[in-house]
């Protein structure tokens, strides 16, 4: 190369350097920039979150479900070690996709170069793929708990394009939250059939029989720190207690990658395959077990002089109301 060529090339290689270093203090921030990742922060957001957070048995459901599941120990496991699942809230979701990217770094890997290609420039495209890729996993995980951030509910999923989602929260022991997230998972609904892409609720949708729209798990991520410590088995349990007991659906389904740690956790916790792996995905499921509904309470039905339900106005077996004078 010449030394026009070279004097020509050295502001873009100036610029790169430049962009490198800023990329990657945004990729990967200090820990004195990230106030809202550590104990006792003071940030305007956390602050904020602290008297937002809601325990789980507060949001609609929740309170059913833990008189259900509370003897079975899987949200105990958590508030013994001053941990705590609730829903998500708006101030959370990039937090919450910043921790999907560190959990599937896998996926990002995959659309990386060489950072010696490109005379040396690779690098500067990889800040770029990953700035994009960030970019898209905020605005999914944005887009999926819209409903939810602003209606918190247990109730089972009717829209295909959103979730109900789960987070792992350190809390101090009045249960407040400093900002620091544990874990998280989504549940939704899709076609049973190994579909990866949902039909969508404007679609004139006609299955084949037997196919229907179950329950489906997907995105179940715990901080680097708290790996391999039973957390995510514990996170994974309410989710399937959230599925059977509220939800009240006797089966749960997956897709995985080929990575073989998934892998091997999904079938240690009960998965197996519906069918044999395509393109890579296996598409599994897990059958759980649905409590009986509790009989309805019809004790105030003598007040009214009435045997059961079914001699309620309407009903096929129903007679006159009593008079006044016999109730």
């Not at 508030?79 to 919450?96: M, S, T």
């Not at 987070?167 to 049973?192: C, K």
Request: proline residues 5%.
């Amino acid at each position: 190369m010449g030394r026009h060529g070279a004097t020509a090339l050295a502001p873009v290689v100036a610029v790169a350097l430049s962009w490198s270093l800023w990329s990657a203090a945004w990729i990967a921030p200090s820990r004195s920039a990230s106030l809202w990742l550590r104990p006792g922060c003071r940030d305007a957001r956390c602050s904020k979150l602290q008297m937002r957070i809601l325990p789980l048995y507060r949001a609609n459901g929740g309170e059913k479900l833990y008189e259900i599941v509370g003897s079975s120990g899987h949200l105990k496991s958590f508030e013994d070690v001053n941990l705590g699942v609730g829903l998500p809230e708006r101030e959370e979701l990039e937090a919450l996709a910043k921790l999907l990217n560190q959990s599937f770094v896998r996926d990002l890997d995959k659309k990386l170069m060489d950072p010696d290609s490109f005379f040396g420039m690779g690098g500067v495209r990889n800040a770029f793929i990953t700035q994009d890729h960030v970019r898209d996993l905020v605005a999914g995980v944005t887009a999926r708990n819209e409903v939810g951030t602003q209606f918190p509910s247990l109730a089972r999923q009717q829209k295909i394009d959103s979730v109900t989602s789960l987070v792992l929260r350190a809390i101090d022991r009045e249960g407040r939250t400093n900002g620091e997230i544990v874990g998280y998972i989504e549940l939704s609904i899709l076609e049973n059939d190994g579909r990866l892409d949902a039909t969508t609720d404007a679609d004139v949708v006609e299955f084949e029989e037997g196919v229907s729209r179950e329950p489906y798990l997907a995105n179940l991520a715990i901080g680097e720190k708290y790996r391999r410590s039973g957390l995510g088995t514990a996170l994974l349990q309410v989710a399937e207690d959230v599925v059977a007991n509220s939800w009240r659906d006797p089966k749960v389904y997956i897709h995985i990658d080929q990575d073989e740690a998934a892998r091997k956790f999904w079938e240690k916790n009960g998965y197996q395959p519906v069918s044999p792996t395509k393109d890579g995905i296996t598409h599994m499921y897990k059958e759980l077990e649905v409590p009986p509904e509790e009989p309805e309470d019809e004790s105030y039905l003598e007040d009214l002089g009435l045997d059961d339900l079914a001699s309620l106005p309407g009903s096929s077996t129903a007679g006159r109301l009593p008079s006044p004078e016999a109730v």
